[in-house]
């Protein structure tokens, strides 16, 4: 059973802070990794894809890999209570269509 | 462009009812998927179809359940007879997935499933 774990929070920072969300997986063979977003009500929004161990950096968010470690996080700079929503870290096992999806983590960025 | 869509947007029936939800996957992508999302269980694959083939069909609930695609612009979940605990989230996603390519799917906007 492939696993994608993430602490579901919430996770409250203040305006203006950096908020990091993390996401460990199971399966060695993945090799792609996302970041949605949902608002409460609200379908899954792509907001980050990740491939290849380090940064990928888009405006406030970074995205961090470590393959080796297993691990997979999102960086949001200068949170705003704009982003207050349910992060979800999905993975996907090369070579195939399939994407495991963790729980997510509730962010509440307080004003 | 259009998103994905999905209809009807709320379903309340009662259990024992059929029940047909809806996706038009966006225009030119050739894989489409059924995800079920719940509190308890999170946002679970039901099944994916890739140029209108279903490829696995494992996260299918039970025999209840059935999807469809006849056509690269249009799919069906169908639930008969209906059950309280299929009460649910249902999103249809779509990507276009190319050989060693990315993967990244687009979601619709929901059908909120109520059975009484």
């Known amino acids: 059973q492939k696993e994608v774990e993430q602490n579901s929070g919430p996770l409250s920072v203040p305006e203006g802070a950096i908020a990091s969300l993390n996401c460990t997986y199971s399966?060695?063979?993945?090799?792609?990794f996302f970041w949605y977003r949902q608002y409460s009500g609200k379908s899954p929004e792509l907001i980050m894809s990740?491939?290849?161990?380090g940064d990928k950096e888009d405006g406030r968010f970074t995205a961090q890999l470590n393959k080796a470690s297993q691990y997979v996080s999102l960086l949001i700079r200068d949170s705003q209570p704009s982003d207050s929503a349910t992060y979800l870290c999905?993975?996907?096992?090369?070579?195939?269509?399939?994407?495991?999806f963790g729980i997510g983590t509730k962010l509440q960025v307080i004003p | 462009d259009a998103g994905v869509i999905q209809s009807p947007r709320h379903e309340v029936t009662e259990m024992g009812q059929e029940v047909t939800l809806r996706c038009k996957p966006i225009s030119g992508h050739n894989s489409l998927f059924w995800y079920r999302q719940t509190m308890m269980r999170g946002l679970e694959l039901l099944i994916y179809f890739n140029n209108n083939v279903p490829i696995d069909d494992s996260g299918m609930p039970e025999d209840r359940f059935s999807a469809k695609m006849p056509n690269a612009s249009f799919s069906t979940l169908k639930i008969q007879p209906s059950e309280p605990r299929d009460s649910a989230v249902y999103f249809c996603a779509s990507s276009l997935k190319l050989a060693g390519g990315p993967n990244e799917q687009f979601f619709g906007p929901g059908t909120r499933l109520t059975v009484l």
């Open positions: 999905a993975v996907n096992e090369g070579g195939y269509q399939k994407v495991t």
């Open positions: 990740i491939y290849s161990n």
């Open positions: 399966d060695r063979g993945s090799q792609s």
